[in-house]
């Protein structure tokens, strides 16, 4: 069976700081997703990663996939307000897909 | 406007009732997914239809019966449904199964089990 484990599964950062997410997951997979999900409002796909040391950015968010390791992290690059949410991972393997539990991150002035 | 779009936004059914929730997205996307979000459970990926046929299943109770009758549409009917069956419902498109673009997520149907 796999499991995704996502931490922490809260974090509360000021403004301006650098942070990473880490998702670990169990079996071998070639596949792996970060959402983005805002109180109350449906999923945003931010990244998908597709093979081992991709690396993707997008604005103040970078995600990287390490498979060797299983293990994928998003990296928070000078943190602003707009960035607070829950934070998802899912990977694809065993025939299925199975999501981490999320990482509500709160971004203070 | 995300381009994927859900009705009924809201749901309200008794166990005993057959409804079905609508999904349609005019995206030209082939691949299309329901997802289920509860408060005590991680997200789940129910069923995923690729060219209008069923390519993932995962372990998903047979109450729920998905149909997908072209590729812009997706419907999840629901049948004699169970309390702990409330959830928020989401329906996402991408361009194929296996895309390395991002899926389109609509807003979802928030169904409440009596």
């Known amino acids: 069976e796999l499991k995704v484990e996502q931490n922490p599964l809260f974090l509360s950062m000021q403004e301006g700081k650098n942070y990473t997410i880490y998702c670990n997951y169990s079996?071998?997979?070639?596949?792996l997703y970060w959402y983005r999900q805002d109180p109350g409002k449906s999923l945003e796909s931010l990244f998908v990663?597709?093979?081992?040391?991709a690396v993707k950015q997008e604005g103040r968010l970078m995600a990287s996939l390490d498979t060797k390791a299983r293990l994928s992290t998003l990296h928070i690059t000078a943190a602003v307000h707009d960035l607070s949410a829950t934070y998802f991972c899912?990977?694809?393997?065993?025939?299925?897909?199975?999501f981490g539990d999320g990482t509500t991150l709160t971004v203070k002035p | 406007e995300t381009g994927v779009t859900q009705t009924p936004r809201h749901l309200v059914m008794g166990m005993t009732n057959k409804k079905s929730l609508k999904c349609e997205q005019h995206?030209?996307?082939?691949?299309m997914y329901w997802y289920k979000q509860s408060a005590k459970k991680p997200l789940e990926l129910m069923f995923v239809?690729?060219?209008?046929?069923?390519?993932e299943n995962n372990s998903v109770p047979s109450r729920f019966s998905p149909e997908c009758p072209n590729s812009s549409h997706l419907f999840l009917h629901l049948h004699t449904l169970q309390p702990e069956d409330s959830a928020l419902y989401l329906c996402?498109?991408?361009?194929?199964?296996?895309?390395?673009?991002?899926?389109?997520f609509g807003d979802g149907t928030r169904l409440s089990i009596l």
């Open positions: 899912a990977v694809d393997g065993a025939g299925k897909s199975t």
């Open positions: 996402a498109s991408s361009q194929d199964r296996h895309s390395n673009q991002p899926q389109h």
């Open positions: 079996t071998t997979s070639d596949r």
């Open positions: 995206l030209g996307h082939n691949a």
């Open positions: 239809y690729s060219l209008e046929e069923r390519v």
């Open positions: 990663l597709l093979s081992n040391g």
